[in-house]
């Protein structure tokens, strides 16, 4: 019961947002690299898979958002929501972070847009995710509206 109650409340929520998210589309930028694909695999709130439109499979690592890492309180709501609003097998498009391209642990940097929803600002208005502060400066994305409302 209590599984049902929370799928209704995050599917609530993403319809809710679907609209506020419908106001930041990916921006027309010719420095941006824009894929199209499916969502392969999700691996926790702010980590992905993802499967570019005919070509490889890469990992995706959101930026400017933290979530609760494995084991710790959050993790698995952040990660159910994740699913919600990108399950596996959605269609998807990923805007790598040009100023950043790859984090430490090989991951793709970038924002996720699914069902037309920017998933890196869901995530935060949801309150299942934190801004990353540390990399405001170190991202693109650190002064687009929604970032900077969530403190960048």
Not at 80 to 103: H, L, N, R, Y
Not at 106 to 112: A, I, K
Request: charged share 20%; proline share 3%; with cysteine.
């Amino acid at each position: 019961m209590k599984k049902n109650i929370s799928v209704l409340v995050v599917s609530a929520l993403a319809i809710a947002f679907f609209v506020f998210a419908m106001q930041n589309p990916p921006e027309d930028d010719s420095n941006q690299s824009k894929f199209s694909g499916k969502i392969t695999q999700i691996t926790d709130g702010d980590t992905l898979d993802f499967r570019i439109m005919n070509g490889k499979n890469i990992t995706i690592r959101l930026s400017l958002v933290d979530t609760p890492e494995r084991g710790y309180p959050g993790y698995v709501e952040a990660s159910e929501f994740v699913a919600t609003v990108c399950p596996i097998g959605s269609d998807a498009i990923f805007v790598e972070d040009s100023w950043q391209k790859i984090d430490k642990y090989g991951r793709s940097l970038g924002l996720v847009y699914c069902n037309d929803m920017l998933l890196n600002e869901m995530l935060l208005s949801s309150g299942y995710a934190e801004i990353f502060k540390v990399y405001c400066n170190e991202s693109e994305f650190g002064t687009q509206d929604w970032a900077k409302k969530f403190g960048c």
